[in-house]
């Protein structure tokens, strides 16, 4: 036993556990400083781009948010648009109908007048031309029948307008 | 002296004629001179146009004023 852990052996252990700790240090000072100085700054790194992201997520979120919002606005814009013009189509064509229905019961109504105006009008004629016959064989017979008789009684009739009975020779 | 004319018919004789003129004479006075005239368009009775009247005692006239009455 003496002999497995001898002097020599001692120092060559003692040696080695100073090799390991200056290569500890060394590798510590070289190596375990710019490592995590690395691994600090890649985690920082992704610990920042994390945040990017989630960020970005939001800002999407957001812009969805106002786009849904814009897009439902916009819907309703659209259908109170369409139920405006709807209505505004609907009381044209009720005017142009009442437009319509009035222009006719003035048709109607001016064919009536013009009908009755036409009747009367073809009955005054019939009228006019019966007068006119009527008148006409008046004279012929009157021509016919009219003596010196009836002209002394026109003479008398005269004198009884202008003169009066009894007054003559005034 | 006044000047009487009168116009009559075919119908009217000359009998007629002189007792229109005698009964005028009674009622304005002798100074009086008539004129005769003829229109076949008279249908009976006569006109006279004396001191600047006219008097119309005319069928043909009687017969007009019937027709414009009926056609009212």
Redesign the interface.
Known sequence: MAELLSKDMLVDLAINLLNIVILFLITKALLYKPVKKYLDARKEKLEQEKAEAAAAQQAAEEVRQTYEAKLSDADAVAAALIAEKRGEAQKTAGEIVSAAEADAARIREKAQLDAAAAREEALESA??EI?ES??GI??KI??RE???R???R??E???SA??GEG???? | MKKCVITTGETMSEETFRLLTERMRKRYGDDLWFERKYDPDIIGGFFLDFDGQIYDYTLSTQLRRLKEQLMQ
């Open positions: 009228k006019a007068m009527a008148i008046s004279e009157l021509r009219v003596t010196d009836d002209d002394r026109l003479v009739d005269f004198f202008v003169a007054q003559d020779g005034q």
